[in-house]
């Protein structure tokens, strides 16, 4: 019975830690090479996905700005403005990873899908709107700006699909004070084996609550005197 009591203790502390959580307003991602923006994907291969690919300018001629880059937008953090550690979780569907190419080839490569990859992905705060018209009307000068040559909040290694947290508790904190500044989290891959892997994401149309979410810090120190320790090593998180 006592056991009994500690586990439906537990499940109520972690249910009461996670009670504030804040759904994606929006996401997307552009390939860098067409200029082809994404807002929502359809068909049975990507529907449900936003894409993150491996940054790739005048360093691979065989890639050359074959890559997407994406962003998440949170607008409503109205019950995000109390005090308290505020976590960004993104679940990862798969690595879409390109199949060797061979010299002299014409057209895309063939992908493979998979559980398991390399991949390196960084995250920052946008400095403008992530929007077609804005993206577009001058990507490289877009990217470069308001992207790539941000200041990282995290730079992750991701080695498996399924859910990762990262600390965004400054910026979060300073969109609350300062909502006027609030364009978003923007992500693009830094390195991948095989080179030009591409993350894919669950967005937030999928059904079940996948798709990017902000959630609060549960109470660890909690955790640990139900003696739940073990549990907290089963979750993946990345602080800034």
């Known amino acids: 019975m006592a056991r009994v009591f500690l586990i439906l203790s537990y499940l109520a502390l972690v249910s009461h830690g996670r009670a504030?959580?804040?759904?994606?307003?929006?996401?997307?991602?552009?390939?860098?090479?067409?200029?082809?923006?994404?807002?929502?994907?359809?068909?049975?291969?990507?529907?449900?996905?936003?894409?993150?690919?491996?940054?790739?300018?005048?360093?691979?001629?065989?890639?050359?700005?074959?890559?997407?880059?994406?962003?998440?937008?949170?607008?409503?953090?109205?019950?995000?403005?109390?005090?308290?550690?505020?976590?960004?979780?993104?679940?990862?569907?798969?690595?879409?990873?390109?199949?060797?190419?061979?010299?002299?080839?014409q057209g895309p490569p063939q992908y493979s899908y998979l559980n398991t990859g390399n991949f390196r992905l960084a995250v920052v705060t946008l400095a403008a709107d992530f929007t077609e018209t804005a993206a577009t009307a001058d990507l490289p000068g877009w990217y470069q700006s308001n992207?790539?040559?941000?200041?990282?909040?995290?730079?992750?290694?991701?080695?498996?699909?399924?859910?990762?947290?990262?600390?965004?508790?400054?910026?979060?904190?300073?969109?609350?004070?300062?909502?006027?500044?609030?364009?978003g989290f923007g992500f693009v891959g830094l390195d991948s084996t095989p080179t030009a892997s591409t993350l894919r994401f669950y967005s937030m149309e999928v059904a079940g609550g996948v798709g990017p979410v902000l959630i609060p810090e549960p109470g660890t120190g909690t955790l640990l005197l139900l003696g739940f320790a073990g549990a907290m090593s089963m979750r993946r998180r990345f602080c800034a």
């Open 147 to 183: 992207l790539y040559a941000r200041p990282r909040l995290a730079e992750i290694d991701i080695t498996s699909a399924g859910v990762l947290q990262v600390d965004v508790t400054a910026a979060v904190d300073g969109w609350i004070s300062t909502p006027s500044t609030n364009f």
């Open 20 to 105: 504030v959580t804040v759904g994606a307003t929006y996401d997307a991602d552009t390939y860098y090479f067409t200029q082809t923006y994404n807002e929502v994907r359809t068909g049975a291969l990507n529907s449900g996905t936003f894409h993150v690919g491996q940054h790739i300018l005048n360093t691979s001629p065989t890639y050359n700005g074959h890559f997407n880059f994406g962003a998440v937008v949170f607008q409503d953090l109205t019950s995000f403005s109390s005090p308290g550690s505020k976590f960004l979780q993104l679940n990862v569907k798969d690595f879409k990873t390109p199949v060797a190419v061979d010299p002299g080839y």
